[in-house]
């Protein structure tokens, strides 16, 4: 079993920056791709930026040139920088670990952009 903890959400100004942390514990042998999801109200849970084990990194289009994922194998953790923060990017933000073949979530984490 894996467990993630997310922190680092809140609420911020239009244009402002946020840093997202997602630490994993448990089994951690075997994760091969850590990423962080969101969820609007109203809306699908959708993925925004993702990084495998290589280093190799994926984002949404909506997100490309604003946020950056990165990962710390030493501390089992992965971040989300967050810059030039929309409206449209307020939503509950899910960290994801994928390991054999399962998919594990944290608890998710709030962020809000006033506009």
């Known amino acids: 079993q894996v467990q993630l903890v997310e922190s680092g959400g809140g609420l911020v100004q239009s244009g402002g920056s946020l840093r997202l942390s997602c630490a994993a514990s448990?089994?951690?042998?075997?994760?091969?791709?850590m990423g962080w999801y969101r969820q609007a109200p109203g809306k699908q849970r959708e993925l925004v930026a993702a990084?495998?084990?290589?280093?190799?990194?994926n984002y949404a289009d909506s997100v490309k040139g604003r946020f950056t994922i990165s990962r710390d194998n030493a501390k089992n953790t992965v971040y989300l920088q967050m810059n030039s923060l929309k409206f449209e990017d307020t939503a509950v933000y899910y960290c994801n670990a994928r390991q054999w073949g399962n998919n594990y979530w944290g608890q998710g984490t709030q962020v809000t952009v006033s506009s």
């Open positions: 448990g089994t951690i042998f075997g994760i091969n791709t």
């Open positions: 990084i495998i084990s290589g280093g190799n990194t």
